[in-house]
């Protein structure tokens, strides 16, 4: 399952990375400094220089835990569904004679 989660995470950590890196990225971001007020844009650059370090030290790890908390849950509820379809289909109800056994107890 980690495997798996490793798999996509990279998947989407490559694709993140590629969209970062495209120049019309790059002066979007630059320019979304301008809707600040003059007085916080160097603040907010800083900020913004800031969040990038983070998400290139972080971002893959924490991708990488999204996408197991993804495939569990596909998983859990795949089970479930499985379970539920035995369950109609009659494969997990009790057999007569097992029911009369336990009825005599």
Do not use: C, D
Not at 22 to 47: C, D, T, V
Not at 63 to 77: A, D, E, I, P, Y
Not at 80 to 95: D, K, N, Q, R, V
């Amino acid at each position: 399952m980690l495997a798996l989660a490793r798999w996509m995470a990279r998947i989407l950590w490559r694709a993140i990375l590629w969209l970062m890196r495209r120049p019309w990225m790059k002066a979007f971001q630059r320019n979304s400094i301008l809707i600040l007020p003059k007085k916080y844009r160097e603040k907010g650059r800083i900020s913004q220089i800031k969040q990038n370090r983070f998400a290139r030290k972080t971002g893959l790890s924490m991708l990488t835990f999204m996408m197991s908390l993804v495939v569990g849950s596909l998983l859990v509820t795949g089970s479930f569904l499985i379970a539920m379809s035995l369950y109609e289909h009659g494969y997990l109800t009790i057999p007569r004679r097992l029911r009369r056994q336990l009825s005599m107890e």
